[in-house]
Nanobody
Framework: QVQLVESGGGSVQAGGSLRLSCVAS????????MAWFRQAPGKEREAVAY???????TYAESVKGRFTISKDNAKNTLYLQMNSLKPDDTGMYYC?????????????????WGQGTQATVSS
């Protein structure tokens, strides 16, 4: 079965960095759309970044130039490098996948989710 396990969250001051990881299993990681979402307290979940099977990426406007999504197919691991963090970046970060979809990853509803990892940015 599909499993996604995130790690790497923590507490940092504004301007700092965090690197999130998501280890995937139970499906063909290398040929599936992957994404990072986040949810702040009292707000709806929002998409942060997507990566397609060919490595092409899409970002939310709010994180462009600061966050980088990447993956290591040999390790079945998805990453999110978060730099120049702001208090507004605080939230629970989730990785997600939709097996069988390889491109235009922003189009799909994601059916498989990890348990999330908390990132807290203080001012």
């Amino acid at each position: 079965q599909v499993q996604l396990v995130e790690s790497g969250g923590g507490s940092v001051q504004a301007g700092g960095s965090l690197r999130l990881s998501c280890v995937a299993s139970g499906y063909s990681f290398s040929v599936s759309c992957m994404a990072w979402f986040r949810q702040a307290p009292g707000k709806e979940r929002e998409a942060v970044a997507y990566i397609a099977s060919d490595g092409s990426t899409t970002y939310a406007e709010s994180v462009k130039g600061r966050f980088t999504i990447s993956k290591d197919n040999a390790k079945n691991t998805l990453y999110l490098q978060m730099n120049s963090l702001k208090p507004d970046d605080t939230g629970m970060y989730y990785c997600a996948t939709q097996p069988g979809q390889t491109s235009h990853c922003w189009r799909y509803i994601y059916g498989f989710w990890g348990q999330g990892t908390q990132a807290t940015v203080s001012s």
